[in-house]
């Protein structure tokens, strides 16, 4: 059996990333270009790789996270001399030109570690590129099966009936597959309960309606298309349940960095008394960073002054674009996990998680 389809994969899944045996290269579609066309991109070197994680052609923590250690692996697999210090020193210079793609999701980091970790570990030259590679293959695999894992965790928590408000996209598309906040919702859907989606169009760059909707849709999931100014409506008429976002990156107090429009659904929600949930794995979590440490990606005013390639703004304005902000523990309702739902305070239930006894250095 391959080790995809052991976690299920079939011809209708989509798989946002994948590595290829013969000849060598990286699949990925091409999220630019959803949803009027599914497209793929081949990369066969780690630069090609950074292109298309800082052009948003793949995106999401974790899928930047696997695709990043992917780049590493090819880096490996193409370089030509035996020489051992060679190929680390590459394999350095290809690591600091892909973390410096993305600078807030922390997956993109921990998928890089763990690739330089397994090249330190092996002598010679083949063995590195022979177990660089079975472990983006292993990451791809475990990756889909953490997924389904947190939305086994997830789907406990929804009731049928339920309307869930998401944002951004924690979906398909965000990891190598099935999602973290829509992963829980497709189990959830998969274990019978009937359940609705509301999803934020997410401005600037549009995850929600490109691509939550294409895979809500896509999948056969109700889902509905809100515009993100329509939030607190919904709410204040008793239209929405529950909200499941992903993650890019939570610290050991529980602060959470996602997709920027997080805090205000947040305040919301909690004005509201609706629970808000957030999906995201363990490779999300930063137990070594502190709120003032992580940094917040600006990212073209291009993003937006314009729409569709066309100018809504006026020459000369001045534009701040951040992409993600920062939700405190406090309007969080649970973290479901692939191992089960940490629960407030999150100090304690994240330090009980990852098994640390003080977790205040
Ligand atoms: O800028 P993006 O599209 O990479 O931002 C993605 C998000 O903020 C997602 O909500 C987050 O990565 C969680 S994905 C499982």
Do not use: W
């Given at each position: 059996m391959s080790y995809l389809m052991s976690v299920g994969v079939n011809n209708n899944t989509l798989m946002t990333v994948t590595w290829n045996d013969e000849p060598v290269y990286v699949k990925m579609i091409d999220q630019t270009k959803l949803p009027e066309t599914l497209e793929y991109i081949i990369c066969k070197n780690h630069y090609e790789i950074c292109d298309a994680i800082r052009n948003l052609s793949i995106r999401g923590a974790p899928a930047i996270g696997v695709a990043g250690a992917m780049g590493l692996a090819l880096c490996a697999h193409n370089h030509v001399s035996d020489n051992k210090n060679d190929l680390l020193s590459d394999l350095s210079s290809a690591y600091k030109s892909l973390v410096e793609t993305r600078p807030t999701a922390v997956n993109l980091k921990w998928g890089l570690d763990k690739i330089l970790e397994v090249s330190?570990?092996?002598?010679?030259?083949?063995?590195?590129?022979?177990?660089?590679?079975?472990?983006?293959?292993?990451?791809?695999?475990?990756?889909?099966?953490?997924?389904?894992?947190?939305?086994?965790?997830?789907?406990?928590?929804?009731?049928?009936?339920?309307?869930?408000?998401?944002?951004?996209?924690?979906?398909?598309?965000?990891?190598?597959?099935?999602?973290?906040?829509?992963?829980?919702?497709?189990?959830?859907?998969?274990?019978?309960?009937?359940?609705?989606?509301f999803a934020t169009e997410t401005r600037p760059v549009m995850q929600g309606s490109r691509l939550t909707a294409f895979e809500l849709v896509h999948d056969e999931i109700d889902v509905s298309l809100i515009p993100d100014t329509a939030v607190g409506y919904l709410m204040n008429n008793k239209m929405v349940d529950k909200v499941i976002v992903g993650a890019d990156r939570i610290l050991k107090t529980g602060?959470?960095?996602?997709?920027?429009?997080?805090?205000?659904?947040?305040?919301?929600?909690?004005?509201?008394?609706?629970?808000?949930?957030?999906?995201?794995?363990?490779?999300?979590?930063?137990?070594?960073?502190?709120?003032?440490?992580v940094v917040i990606e600006e990212?073209?005013?291009?993003?937006?002054?314009?729409?569709a390639g066309k100018r809504i703004a006026p020459k000369g304005v001045r534009i701040?674009?951040?992409?993600?902000?920062?939700?405190?523990?406090?309007?969080?309702?649970?973290?479901?996990?692939?191992?089960?739902?940490?629960?407030?305070?999150?100090?304690?239930?994240?330090?009980?998680?990852?098994?640390?006894?003080?977790v205040s250095s």
């Open positions: 330190y570990r092996y002598e010679t030259v083949s063995e590195i590129k022979e177990n660089v590679i079975k472990t983006v293959k292993k990451m791809t695999h475990d990756d889909i099966e953490t997924n389904k894992n947190m939305g086994k965790f997830g789907s406990d928590l929804i009731n049928t009936g339920d309307v869930i408000m998401t944002h951004c996209n924690a979906g398909a598309l965000a990891t190598v597959s099935y999602g973290t906040a829509l992963g829980v919702i497709r189990s959830a859907k998969e274990s019978g309960k009937k359940i609705s989606v602060h959470v960095f996602n997709k920027i429009g997080t805090y205000q659904i947040a305040l919301l929600a909690n004005s509201h008394g609706i629970p808000f949930y957030v999906a995201a794995p363990l490779s999300t979590f930063d137990l070594k960073n502190s709120i003032d440490t990212r073209s005013i291009d993003e937006v002054v314009q729409i701040f674009n951040p992409a993600f902000d920062l939700t405190p523990p406090n309007l969080i309702t649970g973290i479901i996990t692939e191992k089960g739902v940490l629960n407030p305070p999150f100090e304690k239930s994240i330090s009980g998680m990852f098994g640390m006894g003080d």
